[in-house]
């Protein structure tokens, strides 16, 4: 129930936004011009500030950083195994493999760690 409580407000934050996409109460000059300045100003600075503002020492968890690690190598070789299966070029594998890899890792992984475990996910 823990995981539901923490990942469904995100993915309904998500559907509202597919829905206003969908019947135009925002369009795409807005998406776009919003996706640059969330990917390349606020993010940044809500991460360098948490970090900035933060204990270190008592907020590190090593067994969590680990099984990140292990959770983003897994699939990653999941992902380069499969693209080699594909019949795509080797530059195409390059953009599946970093698109399996790091596609929603700021937009959706960010707010669920947020949502599960409060500001300490965002260190």
């Known amino acids: 129930m823990d995981i539901l409580r923490a990942v469904l407000p995100v993915f309904f934050v998500i559907a509202i936004g597919a829905a206003a996409r969908r019947f135009r109460f925002i369009e795409e000059p807005f998406i776009d011009t919003a996706n640059r300045l969330v990917y390349y100003l606020l993010l940044p600075a809500l991460l360098f ?34 693209s080699r299966r594909m019949d795509i070029t080797p530059g ?12 929603n890792l700021a937009y959706v992984g960010l707010p669920v760690v947020f949502s ?4 300490i996910g965002l260190l």
């Open 49 to 82: 500030y948490k970090i900035g503002t933060s204990n270190f020492r008592e907020a590190f968890n090593g067994p969590l950083v680990i099984g990140g690690y292990a959770a983003t190598l897994t699939t990653f070789l999941i992902a380069f195994l499969l």
């Open 92 to 103: 195409e594998r390059g953009s599946f493999v970093q698109g399996a890899v790091r596609a």
């Open 116 to 119: 599960a475990i409060g500001d």
